[in-house]
């Protein structure tokens, strides 16, 4: 069986921290999670409540849902709204675009029929292979594409239906933000600085982001970095994996498949060989 043989191995799991904790201990590993994010509703709901409703009237093609989380803040805007069963019926209209299993999951329990799906792994380039390849019952050009994003704007997939000749409308249904809680974070910091850490497990880019906030505010980049120069680094897919680049780290793999469990499991196997 592979094992992470003891070593510290760190992620920054939220909503799924208990399980990844969970998957380190079984594979031989001293789990280190320290949550790096919160999804909380946007201050206002109105930009949301004014997207539902466009969905509603029939303005759009196309709707492209990135998330699963998403769908569900966009189900408890129109829930709010007294308008469910008109945005469900506008949806099972509409051509619907999911990124990967989680929005289809939750879609699907909508009873909502998907038109088109991206493949691993999940990022805006398979999103407009998938279009691509839908090219003869809808072109790109000329179409109206609403895009549900998660906690940052999907700058790359909005420039490339443009590009392609679609309008574009894109709504972000929830924000990102710092826990509330930031000693785990500056736990794992100090960790790091003192090369403790063997494994670090990065399951979206958004959480690098939070903890380097942490790090520079405790003055610790430089050893931060000496210290996971000897960490093997595993990253989710190509998403997480730009944003380490973006902060100076080469990841060592991504797994066969973008799941948390393959992520855990195949980094044990590098360490154990």
């Known amino acids: 069986m592979p094992t992470f043989e003891s070593r510290l191995v760190l992620a920054f799991e939220s909503r799924r921290a208990r399980e990844i904790e969970t998957l380190i201990a079984t594979f031989g590993g001293r789990p280190m999670v320290a949550p790096a994010m919160r999804e909380l509703p946007l201050e206002s709901d109105e930009t949301t409540r004014a997207f539902t409703q466009a969905i ?3 303005e759009f093609d196309a709707v492209i849902f990135l998330t699963g989380v998403g769908v569900q803040a966009l189900m408890d805007v129109v ?3 007294g308008a469910r069963e008109a945005f469900l019926a506008a949806l099972r209209r509409v051509r ?5 299993p989680k929005p289809v999951a939750v879609l699907r329990d909508l009873q909502v029929p998907i038109w088109a799906n991206a493949q691993e792994p999940n990022t805006w380039r398979e999103i407009m292979q998938a279009l ?3 090219a003869t019952e809808r072109p790109l050009a000329g179409a109206r594409i609403a895009v549900q994003e998660y906690g940052v704007p999907n700058t790359e997939l909005v420039e490339a239906l443009r590009h392609r000749g679609a309008t574009v409308t894109a709504v972000q249904a929830y924000r990102w933000a710092m826990p509330t809680d930031l000693e785990p974070l500056r736990r794992a910091a100090s960790a790091a600085s003192r090369g403790e850490v063997g494994v670090l497990l990065i399951t979206s880019g958004i959480q690098l982001v939070h903890f380097w906030n942490v790090v520079r505010d405790m003055g610790l980049e430089e050893a931060v970095r000496q210290g996971l120069a000897k960490a093997l680094i595993a990253s989710i897919g190509p998403s997480a994996s730009a944003e380490l680049r973006r902060h100076g780290f080469e990841p060592a793999f991504e797994p066969s498949h973008p799941k948390m469990g393959l992520l855990v499991r195949e980094a044990a196997e590098r360490v154990s060989r």
């Open 96 to 100: 619907v675009v999911t990124r990967g």
């Open 79 to 81: 829930d709010h709204a």
């Open 56 to 58: 509603v009237r029939g």
């Open 132 to 134: 691509d390849e839908r």
